[in-house]
């Protein structure tokens, strides 16, 4: 890369780094990708789903530059002080598979994109907390379609719920959640209590129209840890 190209992408790199950092205490590779142009947002949702084989795939710019741009990264955060903290990325879907950040998958360059760099401003349990937050695997979402008209890539069955998977669709059942029991939305301390006695949970959105965005509609959790919330409330009373 040329020295003058080279300092376009430092400087744009620092302003996406620092803008990520005064937001969060904390900055990762993703949020300089999409600070830079490179990555759509919403690309990172649909990999974050499950959806793409890796992330390098899906950034708009060759790899020469994808693989300049972490360098100048890590330099600045050395240059910050800020404190490096690996974290485990898994796929939002049932069977929670690690994600895979680059095209060849080595495991030195899986693990530089994993890593968060926290703000040393940050007391330490401070900053236990965030890297637990930041490391908890995301919430489950399935979806309540607008019609029926769908059909599951797995059994070629259909229903009211599904979750999405890569090759498309899929019913509860095949993504191994037909268990579940539906909680709806409204009650917070029922739901609060039954999602934390439920191993397993899933959050359920339906797409409003009116709003043109996704809104949530309930838990789906395990049956006995419904049981046990609602017991746990009418002792409370």
Sequence with gaps: MQPHNRKKLHDRVTKAAEAALAARKYVNSIDVL?????L???????WRQGQLDCLEGAVQTNLPRISEAPKLFRSWAGAKGLIPRETHYVAQTPSRPTLRFSKSGNPTIEQLYRTHWISHELTESKRERLAEKVSRAPELIVVRPLHDSWTC???????GLLIMENPGPACLTCAGLGDLEFLPAGDALLTRRAKAKSPRHAVVVRFSKSRRRYERQGLLVEPLAFAEAQRGLVHDD
């Design 153 to 159: 890539h797995r059994c070629g069955g259909t229903g």
């Design 34 to 38: 999409v600070g830079i142009g490179w």
């Design 40 to 46: 759509d947002p919403g690309t990172v949702k649909r």
